[in-house]
């Protein structure tokens, strides 16, 4: 059985690239009331704007259509899902050119397609794609509670003898 968010939270937007700052900004609310770091955040606003914009692109060309965000709040984690009814793509093969990056090519040279998965995959800690009548991205992306602050060690204050 799978497990059920505590909370969900959908928002359909046009799928024009206008509307995307709405998506990261919402995602960026719900990060933050949850506890999330401003650093997770960000990596979280990226990647929902890189799966907003990929939708925007690639599902609808020049043709009207939506976009469903799905935002599902678990206790240690945060699940996007960015929805469209687009035609669907092959999935292996854009994942197959979405791996890591030639650090010695220059930045001209980089692939032009691909990029955008290949970001969201560094960013989230698993992100899933499926494609049947569309295309539905999966971000998640887990809270870390446990973790040390930097400079935790740090002096407070200094004292002057």
Not at 19 to 36: D, K, N, P, Q, Y
């Amino acid at each position: 059985m799978k497990e059920q968010p505590k909370d969900m939270i959908e928002l359909t937007i046009p799928a024009k690239a206008d509307f995307v700052g709405v998506v990261r900004l919402a995602v960026s609310g719900i990060a933050s009331r949850m506890g999330f770091s401003y650093d997770d955040i960000e990596d979280l606003k990226v990647a929902v704007a890189e799966a907003c914009t990929n939708a925007v692109h690639h599902a609808y060309k020049d043709q009207r259509g939506e976009i469903l965000i799905f935002c599902g709040i678990f206790p240690d984690r945060l699940e996007i899902e960015v929805v469209d009814r687009g035609p669907s793509f092959d999935i292996a093969e854009v994942q197959a050119r979405s791996g890591p990056l030639n650090g010695h090519m220059p930045v001209h040279a980089l692939p032009e397609r691909g990029l955008g998965l290949y970001l969201m995959k560094s960013l989230m800690d698993k992100v899933e794609i499926k494609g049947d009548g569309g295309i539905a991205v999966t971000l998640i992306k887990y809270i870390r509670r446990d973790e040390v602050e930097e400079d935790v060690d740090a002096p407070t204050e200094t004292r002057s003898h």
